[in-house]
T-cell receptor, first 115, second 112 residues
Framework: EAQVTQNPRYLITVTGKKLTVTCSQNMNHEYMSWYRQDPGLGLRQIYYSMNVEVTDKGDVPEGYKVSRKEKRNFPLILESPSPNQTSLYFC??????????????FGPGTRLTVL | GNSVTQMEGPVTLSEEAFLTINCTYTATGYPSLFWYVQYPGEGLQLLLKATKADDKGSNKGFEATYRKETTSFHLEKGSVQVSDSAVYFCALRGSNDYKLSFGAGTTVTVRA
């Protein structure tokens, strides 16, 4: 089954304790992206990657890091989490075909609480 | 830059009522327009899309028409069901672009 998976689905942590949220897709998609969803703000892009070893900042990158060592994986790293990073996080992926980007497939989400 | 504005919720309806969620956009060129749906506890799923002016996207009884003259992409369903309770997001992707810009989302609750 074609899908985007994220782990963990739920996480409660404390300020300053480094954490990683994993994202994996099995569709051989070139493009992967991380979003955070906050009430009244919709989804805002954190980081994205156009392919292996190619990453770039989205609209709200502060406090986050990513890496793309393999095509299927795109982990989100919070080196020193703070309470304002409490949010619902989504990973998404997409492919390029005929010079056009196809629809984005989303993972199930990770609900992060930073105390 | 590109932006999407959608009507604020929450919206509460009775079963079989008519649903409209307004969405307007700002973009240069000819963006593609999307509606995504997020059911409780799940990720976003593509509901429908339109890639050029006057296109109508449709799926699961929902429809939306790409109106370039009014820069709008309003979502409609003629008779909602309890299972349509979800958060609905309008989104756009610029011409030859990879990035999606989302509206704030509209929470819809349908009561039996």
């Amino acid at each position: 089954e074609a899908q985007v998976t994220q782990n963990p689905r739920y996480l409660i942590t404390v300020t300053g304790k480094k954490l990683t949220v994993t994202c994996s897709q099995n569709m051989n998609h070139e493009y992967m992206s991380w979003y955070r969803q906050d009430p009244g703000l919709g989804l805002r892009q954190i980081y994205y990657s156009m392919n292996v070893e190619v990453t770039d900042k989205g609209d709200v990158p502060e406090g986050y890091k990513v890496s793309r060592k393999e095509k299927r994986n795109f982990p989100l790293i919070l080196e020193s989490p703070s309470p304002n990073q409490t949010s619902l996080y989504f990973c998404a992926s997409s492919s390029l075909a005929g010079g056009k980007w196809n629809e984005q497939f989303f993972g199930p989400g990770t609900r992060l609480t930073v105390l | 830059g590109n932006s999407v504005t959608q009507m604020e919720g929450p919206v509460t309806l009775s079963e079989e009522a008519f649903l409209t969620i307004n969405c307007t956009y700002t973009a240069t060129g000819y963006p593609s327009l999307f509606w995504y749906v997020q059911y409780p506890g799940e990720g976003l799923q593509l509901l429908l899309k339109a890639t050029k002016a006057d296109d109508k996207g449709s799926n699961k009884g929902f429809e939306a028409t790409y109106r370039k003259e009014t820069t709008s992409f309003h979502l409609e369903k003629g008779s909602v069901q309890v299972s349509d309770s979800a958060v609905y997001f309008c989104a756009l992707r610029g011409s030859n672009d990879y990035k999606l810009s989302f509206g704030a989302g509209t929470t819809v609750t349908v009561r039996a």
